[in-house]
């Protein structure tokens, strides 16, 4: 069974802090990551996408990935009371044309 | 920029309806997707296409349906509506074959009563 695994929280950080947020996945063949953050209510959005072991910046948004460890991660810097949101983390494995959910980490970010 | 659109943000039904949700995106995607979405229990696939006609069972396809009869339109059928599949259902799409991500629509807040 392949399986991605996040911190369902809350994860509480105070404005202007670094909040990071982990995901570890079971399938070492996984080639294509990506955050979401979705909103109460609202649909997925796509943060980042990551292909390659390293850091990817946009932003405030880094993303890290180390395929030896089988996790990535995801750095918000100087977070926003507007960044309080659940992150998804998704995983593609191979040729399969379907993406293995995390169930998410819910993040406060307090004025 | 994509563009997924769905047919409706919010749906009351009686139980034993059939009812349609429909779907289009605006990308010449490939392949497109129906999930649900439920408190505690994360996206869950019902079901996939990967070109017009083509079908495949996600997760949960048991009490579903679904027709793609043109490219941009994907569309999922609750055959008899019951109380257990009210939740938020959200169409996504992708290109085809490649390592892109999905791209949602703005789901749809099914209530059956």
């Known amino acids: 069974q392949k399986e991605v695994e996040q911190n369902s929280g809350p994860l509480s950080v105070p404005e202007g802090a670094i909040a990071s947020l982990n995901c570890t996945y079971s399938?070492?063949?996984?080639?294509?990551f990506f955050w979401y953050r979705q909103y109460s209510g609202k649909s997925p959005e796509l943060i980042m996408s990551?292909?390659s072991n390293g850091d990817k910046e946009d932003g405030r948004f880094t993303a890290q990935l180390n395929k030896a460890s089988q996790y990535v991660s995801l750095l918000i810097r100087d977070s926003q009371p507007s960044d309080s949101a659940t992150y998804l983390c998704?995983?593609?494995?191979?040729?399969?044309?379907?993406?293995?959910w995390g169930l998410g980490t819910s993040l406060a970010v307090n004025p | 920029d994509v563009k997924v659109t769905q047919s409706s943000r919010y749906l009351v039904k009686r139980t034993g309806e059939k009812v349609f949700l429909e779907c289009v995106q605006d990308?010449?995607?490939?392949?497109m997707f129906w999930y649900r979405q439920d408190p505690g229990l994360g996206l869950r696939l019902i079901y996939f296409?990967?070109?017009?006609?083509?079908?495949e069972k996600g997760d949960i396809p048991e009490g579903y349906s679904v027709s793609r009869e043109k490219k941009e339109r994907f569309s999922l059928i609750l055959e008899s509506a019951s109380t257990n599949q009210t939740s938020m259902y959200l169409c996504?799409?992708?290109?085809?074959?490649?390592?892109?991500?999905?791209?949602f629509g703005p789901g749809t807040r099914l209530t059956v009563t």
């Open positions: 296409s990967y070109d017009v006609k083509m079908k």
């Open positions: 998704a995983v593609k494995t191979g040729n399969n044309r379907k993406l293995i």
């Open positions: 399938d070492r063949v996984s080639q294509s």
């Open positions: 990551i292909y």
């Open positions: 990308m010449d995607h490939e392949n």
């Open positions: 996504a799409s992708t290109p085809g074959g490649g390592a892109l991500p999905q791209y």
